[in-house]
């Protein structure tokens, strides 16, 4: 199933169709062949992706829900595909299973079903894959031993992590959820008279129960600092402040909010950003944040950056 708008729709073994969130009549739109074998689906809001069999991806059109149209394959044998998911970039993460060996995550292109990537994986089968739209890691959760699973982590398409946990062996779907407000470091700092990139930080994680959070800096004791934020959402940035001085520097903030501070004897600075009365009035917003640190001898500018963080704030 794929929530979509107002709707839930459905893969099933004769049709895709959709029902109201809110309850309501089963509606079918497209009746299937007989030689679909549905594995899983996926959508991009524009298009449905499905494993219609477990070797065999295609697409349908949300606007013309009349046929469906193929995307990719993989030869017919052993291997079959299990889940699909769709990544954060938007294109098509499958994952396999093969009782001959081991299972596979693979990364198609949505609209061209170009292979772009593949990984085999330390598992027996897998059974379901998502990536954290924060972080980028993808997680896929596949069997380990006969009758139980657990769940690797990717990085760069590398195994970074897993498998871990000793799940039941019968989890069909993988979702992550994140906490109510979500912290993502990137890395566009640079160094600071002290050789180092400044050290951003959070604390807090506003809540009913937590009425503010903020972000820490720890960079030269006693120097200026300048705390940046801006709103994810206007797509502007990062800066390159080479041509002012600063190579090597990004800024990586369309600053509406900012905030002059000086580090303490320990080289640390804090602001704390309240948290609103009404959770839901920033329900989904995403901030870019970073300190900017005076630093005469590190460029001409005078000043370096720390990294950025994101924070995305949900109800």
């Not at 954060?88 to 292979?115: C, F, K, Q």
């Not at 959402?233 to 080479?242: A, E, H, R, S, Y």
Request: charged share 15%; glycine share 10%.
């Amino acid at each position: 199933v794929v929530p979509l708008g107002e709707h839930l729709y459905y893969l099933g073994r004769h049709s895709v169709g959709r029902v109201p969130l809110s309850g309501g009549k089963v509606e079918q739109l497209v009746e299937l062949p007989d030689w679909v074998e549905p594995r899983g689906m996926a959508s991009d809001g524009r298009y449905l992706y499905a494993a219609a069999t477990p070797f065999s991806l295609v697409t349908i059109d949300l606007v013309d829900l009349r046929t469906l149209k193929p995307l990719a394959s993989i030869p017919r044998g052993s291997e079959e595909i299990q889940n699909v998911a769709m990544d954060n970039e938007g294109h098509l993460l499958v994952v396999t299973a093969n009782p001959s060996g081991n299972a596979r995550l693979l990364r198609y292109h949505h609209t061209s079903g170009v292979l772009l990537n593949q990984l085999v994986l330390p598992l027996i089968g897998a059974r379901a894959v998502a990536q954290d739209p924060e972080n980028g890691l993808i997680h896929v959760v596949g069997a380990t031993a006969p009758s139980t699973s657990g769940v690797l982590t990717i990085a760069d398409w590398k195994v970074a992590r897993g498998p871990v946990g000793n799940l039941p062996n019968a989890l069909p779907a993988l979702v992550i959820q994140r906490p109510r407000h979500a912290f993502f470091q990137r890395g566009l700092g640079c160094k600071a008279d002290d050789g180092k990139v400044p050290s951003i930080g959070t604390v807090g994680r506003p809540g009913q129960r937590a009425p503010y959070f903020g972000v820490t800096v720890a960079t030269t004791p006693n120097s200026p600092v300048l705390f940046c934020a801006g709103i994810e959402d206007t797509n502007v940035g990062p800066f390159d402040l080479k041509i002012i001085g600063a190579p090597g520097c990004w800024l990586a903030v369309d600053p509406f909010v900012i905030a002059f501070h000086r580090t303490d004897a320990r080289g640390a600075a804090i602001q704390y950003l309240p948290h609103a009365a009404t959770p839901t009035q920033y329900n989904g917003i995403r901030l870019n944040a970073q300190w900017v640190v005076g630093a005469s001898t590190a460029n001409l500018l005078g000043a370096a950056l720390s990294d950025a963080v994101r924070i995305t704030i949900r109800d």
